[in-house]
């Protein structure tokens, strides 16, 4: 279509067969007017081209529509076949499983008869049973009675006679126990008397620590009853002469020297990471040192010196506290 006026009569792919004579000019313009100026027309528009190439193309598309729909058309019918088939095999399939159901069912049924059937004859053949047994046990009852105060009987007897036994047993044993517990008082107090002697006779000695006075035992019997007195513990020992010092408790003891005939002896003692050295102590002197872990004094008191060796104990505070 033209944009102008008067577009040509002709096709639209085909140019004008002339173009339109131009206007004649125009007249002249009255007196008293100015004379407006000429615009001539637009040159006609140039032929439209490619118009071929655009209906092949266009008749193209809808060979290609028409193919797809004829094949859709053919994949839907063979689905259409596919799913009547399914459908048929899957009826088919139903109707097995009904007629398997059915059977079951009719199978499930008969059982159900015979075990309820079976049920009635057991609880028949149980009521029988329990009336024989009830009988049965009753029976039973009655001669478990009779066997139990029988044995009930026997029983009486024999405890009696075990009682009497026992009573006799006892008074025995009784005077004989009142026997020995007179001779163990007899023997506490003989003991006890001795103790006392010995205490008595236990010699008190001071220290080398501020004068301090402590009891001593020179022999075996006498510590024996400072143990008894239980106011500290005692720990044996017999330390031999060497390079290397001995170990009692925690502390190490070390023999420097012993005079087997001024019955002296040289030792160095060692605790709370420090060494000490005791020279020239008596047999039978009590060496006192205090340590970090009481306020009262250790004691070492040697009852034997002999060559290069000896013996004696080492006597611990019974509470051990830390000093301040």
Do not use: C, W
Request: hydrophobic share 35%.
């Amino acid at each position: 279509m033209s944009i102008f006026p008067n577009p040509s009569p002709t096709g639209s792919n085909q140019p004008p067969a002339n173009p339109p004579a131009a206007p004649p000019p125009p007249s002249a313009p009255p007196p008293g007017y100015a004379q407006a100026p000429y615009y001539p027309p637009p040159p006609p528009p140039p032929a439209e081209s490619g118009g071929g190439a655009k209906t092949a193309i266009l008749y193209g598309a809808i060979v290609a529509l028409l193919a797809a729909v004829v094949y859709l058309y053919v994949q839907l019918d063979k689905v259409k076949k596919d799913v009547a088939a399914n459908n048929t095999t899957i009826q088919q399939q139903i109707d097995k499983l009904g007629e398997a159901a059915s059977l079951n069912t009719r199978t499930n049924s008969r059982r159900v008869d015979e075990l309820k059937d079976q049920l009635e004859r057991a609880r028949r053949q149980a009521a029988m049973a329990a009336g024989a047994a009830k009988e049965e046990a009753l029976k039973k009852v009655d001669e478990t009675r009779s066997q139990l105060e029988a044995a009930q009987n026997q029983a009486k007897q024999e405890l009696k006679s075990d009682i009497s036994q026992v009573k006799e047993a006892s008074d025995s044993k009784i005077s004989a126990v009142g026997t020995e517990v007179s001779s163990v008082k007899t023997d506490l107090g003989a003991t006890k008397t001795e103790l006392e002697k010995t205490v008595a006779d236990l010699k008190r000695a001071t220290g080398d620590i501020d004068g301090h006075s402590t009891l001593i035992a020179t022999n075996a019997k006498e510590l024996a009853a400072l143990r008894t007195l239980g106011e500290r513990n005692y720990y044996d020992f017999t330390v031999t002469k060497s390079k290397t010092s001995s170990k009692v408790q925690d502390v190490q003891i070390l023999l420097k020297k012993a005079d087997l005939k001024k019955h002296t002896y040289t030792i160095a003692l060692t605790f709370d990471d420090s060494t000490v050295e005791k020279k020239d102590k008596v047999m039978n002197e009590p060496v006192q040192f205090i340590t970090s872990k009481s306020k009262q004094p250790y004691e070492i008191v040697v009852n034997k010196v002999s060559k290069d060796t000896i013996a004696g104990y080492l006597a611990v505070p019974k509470v051990l506290n830390q000093r301040n």
